[in-house]
């Protein structure tokens, strides 16, 4: 600190940055998964949306985060791929195999595809209906290995820069517990 009133703050340049600038959307656990699983999976969308986002805003990428978000099977081994970069230049270290997580997002994800396919086409029955109801159950826990990496690049391995819920998620988890009732009740009279 100076002792000049009028001099202007500074920064210290050389001091490390906690976070990866922002690169990616950090989220909690729980934020996580209890908005992943009242939209039904469709948070996915959203949560790649968010991490080209931010990854456009952080470097200046020529990038559509909008496609990237929609189409996210052919993007995430690219956004994974990021994220290790993105630890290694940090010079911490971190135990996961982004290449085989991408590659399970992707897998999980045309499942997924197939399975709401065969149910709209009345192929596979009642036990297909439910395996598809729940399949979201998989997606989650596929997706979040994803989110850890994501959050501990970004310098906050419990997500808890964005651990609060808003008006917006309330509402997600809202029409989502409804919609839940009505497949849970739907599921159970065609397995009754």
């Not at 993105?86 to 499942?111: E, H, K, M, N």
Request: proline letters at 3%; one cysteine or more.
């Amino acid at each position: 600190m100076t002792d000049n009133l009028y001099a202007p703050p500074q920064a210290d340049l050389n001091a490390p940055h906690s976070e990866a600038d922002g690169r990616f959307y950090v989220v909690s656990k729980a934020k996580f998964f209890v908005l992943f699983i009242c939209s039904l999976g469709l948070y996915q969308i959203y949560w790649s949306y968010k991490n080209w986002s931010q990854y456009k805003a952080s470097t200046q990428s020529d990038i559509w985060p909008v496609a990237r978000g929609i189409f996210a099977i052919f993007f995430v081994h690219a956004l994974y791929r990021n994220v290790e970069q993105s630890i290694q230049a940090s010079g911490r270290g971190y135990r996961w195999d982004a290449s085989l997580w991408a590659t399970l997002f992707v897998i999980v994800a045309v499942l997924s595809n197939v399975l709401e396919t065969l149910v709209r086409k009345n192929i596979g029955g009642s036990l297909l209906v439910a395996l598809s109801t729940f399949w979201v159950f998989a997606q989650v826990f596929i997706t979040w290995q994803g989110q850890q990496a994501i959050n501990f690049a970004s310098g906050d391995p419990e997500g808890a820069g964005n651990a609060h819920f808003s008006p917006a998620n309330y509402l997600v988890i809202v029409l989502g517990g409804i919609v839940w009732v009505f497949a849970l009740i739907g599921i159970f009279a065609l397995l009754g």
